[in-house]
């Protein structure tokens, strides 16, 4: 095989799987390079999705999973695939993963997949499952780039459900409203209702998705910040007690 | 008499923040006493309601921020967004609309973004859409101009229903509110009433609805002592008008039972305070000379397309918000050639 491409970077030591590095991809993933909240990827499914909890619910599980499945397979094939024709074959795995779920939510999921309707298709543009696939997924291994699609795709739902109980609650004074259509009759009494709540219709109109997005980097930077200043006394007091027995 | 003469440069003081402030609240009186005078004492709780709580919140906002509180209210700019914001929502409207909306309009719109100066969107016009989009119900349900109306509000009744929802007794809301003449004829038109047939309801005055023609009258009155004072410059309102009244004029020659006359348009809604006090905002507007005249006329012809055929019956503040966000473009291909730099124009 002619022009194999080199992988540098701590992925293909494979013996270099410990704790440490997994737990950071996670809290990647999860928070530090947050897909919606750092990277500001994925934003037009994002943003029209996330008006109810549950809708958030449904499209970030079936986010996640085509991630999942995506970077495992891109991970698999990496060596295989020549850099020339890298992208066209990674659309055509994700595409392939998202049509495979598409339908398995039409037939087991029909009524949330009626809702969120063209979105699902449209997984295949997001892009962050793209852009996880050519940045992570093609030169790192199988096992990391599995942890890093679970943790960038929770992340994703993450955002997608708290901006989606934000906007139900002002918007209409429900959370979990429709939780049925997820769980099955049985969740009906997730939904809670505040009575007699004006509700603000902006919130579950379009503008309210950027407001809230905005809103929401807005607390993740403030936390990131009330951090760091902490982590900063901390590290300062332990100097100024080493100067001093030192 | 002395006549001292001081040493150059003999250039006029530049106007200060607050000095323009007290000037745009001045112009702003006569209308609104219009206003209270037509529309009876909700338009004064609601302004005593939005002054106080735009000045509460921007207090609030300033001391979180970290800065001195007084200089920053002293420049009257919440004052006017306040009063700007009052003279637009109706009588009725419950208290806490009032407050969420100067509360959005001070705190997101307007120190989220760095406060005075820096807002690219107008904060009462944002505040006033968001009402409107949220509550669509609320914010169309206008007093009737006191000429029509059959049961004069009294400030007591104001304040009992603004504050706990209890309406005079033997009235329904329907019965005390009416829609605003912009209203009334769009949904008119929507039944395919001709103009001439619609004008016979007793709503209407000379040019516009009854009564609101006047406070349109006062307002420009205060918007034309502002340009005589040069608080705003002649090029935005004059250009927001000929656009707004060539457009109507147009489509009124071209068939004038379906489209009102272009005086209607002037004399309702909010068409000259948007266009002497609100469209000129010194930090939303354009700044350019050649800027304003294009960004005027652009938010003229969008509030006669969006009342013609959008969804809302008023489109002030729609065209407004739209054209705040073109402003920089405008800006930036109309800035003038700095003398000495540059092709020469041969």
Known sequence: MIGKPPH????????????????????????????????????????????????????????????????????????????????????????????AIELGMNAYFHELHKILGIFIPLIVTN???????????SKNNLWR?????????????????????FRELI??????DQAHLMFGEAASGMTLKIEDFPGMLIAILPPGAFIGLGLLIMVKNLIDKRLAERRAASSSYVEEATGVTG | MEFPTHSSPHTGRPNRVDKVMLQVVLALIPGTLALVFYFGYGVLVNLLLAIGSAVAFEALVIKLRKRPVT????????????????????PLLPWWMVVLGMAFGIIMVKQMYGGLGYNPFNPAMAAYVLLLISYPVEMTAWLPPA??????????EVVLFKFTGTLPDDYTLDAITMATPLDVMRTNLDLNMMIS??????????????????????????????????????????????????????????????????????????AILGAFFIATDPVTACTTRMGQLIYGATIGILVYVIRTWGGYPDAVAFAVLLMNMAAPTIDYY???????HGEMKS
């Open chain 1, 8 to 99: 540098p970077g701590p992925g293909n030591r494979d013996s270099s799987m410990s704790d440490n590095s997994t737990r950071t991809l996670i809290m990647d993933g999860l928070w530090h390079n947050n897909q919606a909240l750092v990277a500001l990827l994925g934003l037009c499914p994002l943003l029209a999705v996330s008006n109810t909890a549950i809708n958030g619910l449904g499209l970030g599980l079936a986010t996640t999973a085509v991630l999942v499945a995506s970077n495992s397979t891109v991970s698999l094939i990496r060596n295989f695939v020549r850099p020339e024709v890298r992208l066209p074959v990674f659309v055509m795995v994700i595409a392939s993963f998202v049509t």
């Open chain 1, 127 to 137: 892009c962050t499952i793209i852009g996880r696939a050519e940045a992570f997924a």
């Open chain 1, 145 to 165: 780039s599995l942890v890093d699609g679970l943790s960038v795709g929770i992340g994703f739902t993450l955002v997608l459900i708290v901006l989606g109980g």
């Open chain 1, 171 to 176: 918007g209409q004074g429900t959370l979990f």
């Open chain 2, 71 to 90: 200089p920053v209210l002293m420049d009257l700019s919440a004052v006017v967004t306040a009063m700007l914001f009052a003279v637009a929502i109706p």
């Open chain 2, 147 to 156: 000429a029509l109306a059959e049961h004069h509000v009294s400030l007591r």
């Open chain 2, 197 to 270: 047939e619609i004008r016979t309801n007793p709503l209407w005055g000379d040019f516009g609805g009854l009564g609101w023609e006047w406070v349109g009258n006062w307002f420009l009155m205060g918007g034309i002592w502002m340009v005589y004072k040069r608080t705003i410059t002649w090029q935005i309102p004059l250009a927001f008008l000929a656009g707004l009244v060539g457009m109507a004029t147009l489509f009124w020659l071209f068939d004038s039972e379906s489209f009102p006359f272009p005086l209607f348009h002037l004399f309702s809604g909010g």
């Open chain 2, 334 to 340: 109309t800035r003038p050639r700095t003398y000495g």
